[in-house]
Antibody
């Protein structure tokens, strides 16, 4: 059974960098069929797409323009994981961060069919 | 960027009633690339509908999606107790992917 699990720090200081990892179990992250994405949700608010990445060596992907200057996503096929790095954090980055799967490499499949449980990240000194 | 506006913000209904949720896009959505998700407190969103009208695996047939162009809808026929939740639409035809602000379906 395919599962996704986020991991990372629950508390980060302002101006610092957030690093989160999503571990995929039950399937290979190197599948040529999927992209792998990150979505966040501030407490009590709606969903915001951060970006989605492909398994290839360059970790090619698409990022939300509103966050692109601060975001890096990568894939580690040896660990079956993909990661998110978000720099220059502020309180506005406080949110539950979800990893999820896009079930296709073409736009027709860029919804999210499987999600991790999410991890709460609080930005505070 | 395609902006999705969901209405109403909150829908107060009773078990057994029909719920109709609206999602309006700021511009035409190519090939009806609209998805719908259900989210319960403390849980991740769950995919219900993709391609505007195709049900995801394991989703009961009381959930149905419709629409094209800029106007889309999610209908829940005969609400069950477990259907009270927040529902989001999502556009995925181009980058950036965007979500609507959500509709809360609450017990009347």
């Amino acid at each position: 059974q395919l599962q996704l699990q986020e991991s990372g720090p629950g508390l980060v200081k302002p101006s610092e960098t957030l690093s989160l990892t999503c571990t995929v179990s039950g399937a290979s992250i190197s599948s040529r069929t999927y992209f792998w994405g990150w979505i966040r949700q501030p407490p009590g608010k709606g969903l915001e797409w951060i970006g989605s990445v492909y398994f290839s060596g360059s970790g090619s992907g698409y990022y939300n323009p509103s966050l692109k200057s601060r975001v890096t996503m990568s894939v580690d096929t040896s660990k079956n994981q993909f990661s998110l790095r978000l720099t220059s954090l502020t309180a506005a980055d406080t949110a539950v961060y979800y990893c999820a799967r896009n079930p296709s490499t073409s736009w027709e499949g860029w919804y999210f069919d499987l999600w991790g449980r999410g991890t709460l990240v609080t930005v505070s000194s | 960027e395609i902006v999705l506006t969901q209405s109403p913000g909150t829908l107060s209904l009773s078990v057994g009633e029909i719920a109709t949720l609206s999602c309006r896009a700021s511009q035409s959505v190519s090939s009806s690339y609209i998805g719908w998700y259900q989210q319960k407190p403390g849980q991740a969103p769950r995919l219900l509908i993709y391609g505007a009208s195709s049900r995801a695996t394991g989703i009961p047939d009381r959930f149905s999606g419709s629409g094209s162009g800029t106007d889309f809808a999610l209908t829940i026929g005969r609400l069950e107790p477990e259907d009270f939740a927040v529902y989001y639409c999502q556009h995925y035809g181009s980058s950036p992917l965007t979500f609507g602000g959500g509709t809360r379906v609450e017990v009347k």
